[in-house]
């Protein structure tokens, strides 16, 4: 029985080529109650693998954040399996407004210890106690209202690209550094102003909320289904776009335009431009805003020292990196001595 990849991305990605088939791009999650997450784990492996879903899947035993590829001739199939699951039955499932067939290249379904970290350790707080759940043209009266205070609950390198209008952005690397500075900021606000919350799918202010409820707020709001959804719905209605920029996702695409506005820049040269890249220096691998002029001049890299390493052969490179530890538990994303535009 198989329970895990065999293929490696780039033979996935020559299967996938060779179909030349329409593939989904979509998002969903739930909060439940999983007693054993391991034995639900193989069996979403199990059946996924068999319809050819892709994606990263996390799950634990406060439930399940999945953001897959499937190929659409299989979506009734693979919507069916889902509304089997007694907790995951009618579950909003967020579809990508623009897709890429290679947006996902393997299926990993992996056992965590909590399917959005937060680094909370209070056995009283109930995340299924959550705020109230806003659409599009709700959240755009709420966040008109003077008595509105409207929170970003991304992280920097996301709300950098594309926020909405008004929005508090925190400067913060991860979700669990912003659940206390916000708390901590917006304190003499529990009693008597709107809290109104968004991210890119809803799980982060499923849990912002509930945690904030825990803390004392009184009128807390979340946008449903995040920005994904808000943008799907203002096209469809025809509402007021009040949100600029670009969408960041955790795909190969890493953003989706919600409006025609650039409202970042260049990380080393500081012209307009919001394009995320990767430096190709694989021991670096920073994340990072880069033009097309500056690819070019660099190399497709953050420094001058990543350009000289990733112009060696691929086996000095390889020695290079020999018992270095992980990259990307030495850059933040987005941060880095070497990015002399990076606010």
């Known amino acids: 029985m198989q329970l895990y990849n065999k293929l490696s991305a780039k033979e996935r990605e020559t299967l996938i080529d060779e179909a030349g088939e329409d593939r989904l791009t979509l998002s969903f999650y739930a909060y439940a109650k999983i007693g054993n997450p391991h034995l639900f784990r193989n069996h979403l492996f199990i059946a996924w693998d068999q319809i050819d879903v892709l994606g990263r899947i996390y799950v634990a035993h406060e439930g399940i954040n999945a953001q897959l590829s499937v190929p659409a001739k299989r979506f009734e199939e693979f919507k069916k399996f889902i509304d089997d699951i007694y907790f995951l039955e009618g579950v909003r499932l967020n579809i990508a407004i623009e897709h890429d067939a290679k947006a996902f290249l393997k299926l990993k379904v992996k056992v965590r210890k909590k399917i959005v970290a937060d680094g909370l350790n209070d056995s009283t707080f109930d995340v299924t106690n959550k705020g109230v759940h806003v659409d599009a043209l709700k959240f ?12 970003d609950m991304r992280n920097h390198y996301e709300s950098e690209i594309g926020h909405f209008q008004g929005a508090i952005t925190p400067d913060v690397d991860t979700f669990r550094d912003s659940l206390p500075i916000i708390e901590d900021d917006l304190k003499e606000y529990k009693e008597d102003k709107n809290l109104v919350m968004y991210c890119t799918g809803g799980i982060r202010c499923e849990k912002a909320s509930a945690y904030y409820k825990h ?66 220096n694989e021991a670096c691998h920073l994340l990072f805003i880069q033009c097309e002029e500056c690819a070019e001049k660099m190399n497709n890299c953050c420094s001058v020292e990543c ?20 990259s990307n538990k030495i850059f933040k994303k987005g941060r880095s001595k070497v990015l002399k535009y990076k606010s």
């Open 307 to 326: 350009k000289e390493i990733a112009a060696l052969p691929y086996e000095e490179q390889k020695a290079l990196r020999k018992g270095k530890g992980n």
């Open 140 to 151: 755009n009266d709420l966040i008109s209202d003077p008595n509105t205070v409207l929170v």
């Open 215 to 280: 803390k004392g707020f009184k009128n807390v709001y979340q946008l449903e289904g995040g920005i994904i959804e808000y943008a799907r719905q203002v096209e469809k209605q025809k509402l007021e776009n009040k949100f600029i920029g670009k969408n960041f996702v955790f795909d190969h695409r890493r953003s989706e335009q919600i409006s025609e506005e650039v409202i970042a820049h260049c990380h080393q040269c500081g012209k307009a431009c919001d394009k995320h890249v990767n430096c190709a």
